[in-house]
């Protein structure tokens, strides 16, 4: 099972798995402002490859989480990767799958408390008493421009995927998303052909 937001590194761990075999793409929606915009991605980038997308449609759990500060727009979970993957291991294990694929890469790891080492170390013991399934990282040792590099050989379209946080059809070009992404694709070398058009 791969957990595919529809952004460039799930896009890339998504051609990653596909190759190894038999792949089963989930997507989460847990209220986040762009979930319209990354589902549409991630279901272009599943009819890439000639696979069906799997949803976990959670959006009012961002709507009760965003009570009382509305202000938390984008990503209304506080420690979110600690409910997703929760939520994907569940799912992993009721469609038995033996392997949950997350995309984090190295510089996410240094970002985040919840995808830092320490953190994915805990949640591998934890799952690991309740159910035999590797939670894989194949990204962790890449940075984004190597992400991508790695992608375009694979053969990901990047065009195919949505990054911005402020859920627009056309990205924004400046959110914190936005920026990395286009540090990314400069850094590897290449155009980003979702922001080309600028």
């Known amino acids: 099972m791969v957990l595919l937001s529809g952004g460039i590194d799930s896009a890339t761990a998504l051609h990653l ?13 847990y209220g986040q402002r762009a979930a319209a915009c990354e589902r549409a991605a991630a279901e272009a980038l599943c009819a ?13 759990l961002g ?3 965003r009570r009382g500060h509305e202000w938390q727009a984008h990503v209304p979970l506080p420690h979110r990767n600690l409910a997703v993957l929760g939520l994907a291991f569940s799912y992993a294990a009721d469609r038995h799958a033996r392997r949950l694929c997350v995309a984090l890469n190295r510089d996410d790891t240094t970002a985040y408390a919840s ?24 990204l962790i040792a890449w940075d ?7 992608g375009r050989s694979l ?14 059809s056309l990205p924004c070009g ?3 998303q936005c920026a990395k992404r286009r540090a990314g694709f400069a850094e590897a070398g290449h155009t980003d052909p979702a922001l080309a058009g600028e």
């Open 17 to 29: 798995e596909y190759r190894r075999g038999a792949v089963l793409p989930l997507y989460i929606d």
């Open 63 to 65: 709507t009760a989480f």
């Open 155 to 168: 053969g990901v379209n990047y065009a195919h995927t949505y990054s911005c946080l402020l859920g627009r």
């Open 48 to 60: 890439d490859l000639g696979l069906s997308l799997d949803a976990l449609e959670l959006g009012a």
């Open 174 to 176: 400046g959110c914190p």
């Open 115 to 138: 995808a830092a080492t320490p953190f994915l170390d805990a949640f591998r013991r934890l799952a690991a008493t309740l159910d035999d399934i590797e939670i894989a990282t194949p």
């Open 144 to 150: 984004k421009a190597e992400v991508i590099r790695q």
